[in-house]
Antibody, heavy 118, light 108 residues
């Protein structure tokens, strides 16, 4: 069945880096736009970044622009989020989500918790 | 950036009741690119409604969406025990994609 599985979360000190991965299966990954969405503890959903199906276009929320990089490897059916210069306010569950051509997010992973703390 | 404001913040209701959730946008949402999601504690969001009024695959018909432009609503015609959750609206018509702050539907 269609599935997204995030990995790579954990506890990291402020200012350090972390890379999240999202493994896709059960659907044609290379034709899907992909997003990262995060949710701070007890808070609402915040869109983080998007990458077009062919990787040609990426966009970011202002809160992460210049620090986070979204990328993908269509040969491995995997989405990535490289997070640099992490701050306490980046602490959240990070979800990857699918967007099939300007559509809403119809498939979500279970999320990966990132905790930024000294 | 399109800001989405949901109201009320919390609804305290009983199973079997009917309820309406509101989502107001700071500017017109293009082509009714407005979605609703349900999120239960510890779970990922689940798509309920897209295009303001179309139900996603497998969503029961007690869920319905309406609206256009800047005002949208989600109606649950008869609350089932599994419907107590947090509901978010989202606009996906323009970047940055944005979510409302959520409405919690809790058991009275």
């Amino acid at each position: 069945q269609e599935q997204l599985v995030e990995s790579g979360g954990g506890v990291v000190q402020p200012g350090r880096s972390l890379r999240l991965s999202c493994a896709a299966s059960g659907f044609t990954f290379r034709t899907s736009g992909m997003h990262w969405v995060r949710q701070a503890p007890g808070k609402g959903l915040e869109w983080v970044a998007v990458i077009w199906s062919d990787g040609s276009i990426t966009k970011y929320a202002d809160s992460v622009k210049g620090r986070f990089t979204i990328s993908r490897d269509n040969s491995k059916n995997t989405l990535y989020l490289e997070m640099n210069s992490l701050r306490a306010e980046d602490t959240a569950v990070y979800y990857c989500a699918r967007d099939v051509g300007g559509s809403p997010f119809d498939l979500w992973g279970r999320g990966s918790l990132v905790t930024v703390s000294s | 950036e399109i800001v989405l404001t949901q109201s009320p913040g919390t609804l305290s209701l009983s199973p079997g009741e009917r309820t309406t959730l509101s989502c107001r946008a700071s500017q017109s949402v293009s082509s009714s690119h407005l979605a609703w999601y349900q999120q239960k504690l510890g779970q990922a969001p689940r798509l309920l409604i897209y295009g303001a009024s179309s139900r996603a695959t497998g969503i029961p018909d007690r869920f319905s969406g309406s609206g256009s432009g800047t005002d949208f609503t989600l109606t649950i015609s008869r609350l089932e025990p599994e419907d107590f959750a947090v509901y978010y609206c989202q606009q996906y018509g323009s970047s940055p994609w944005t979510f409302g702050q959520g409405t919690k539907v809790e058991v009275k």
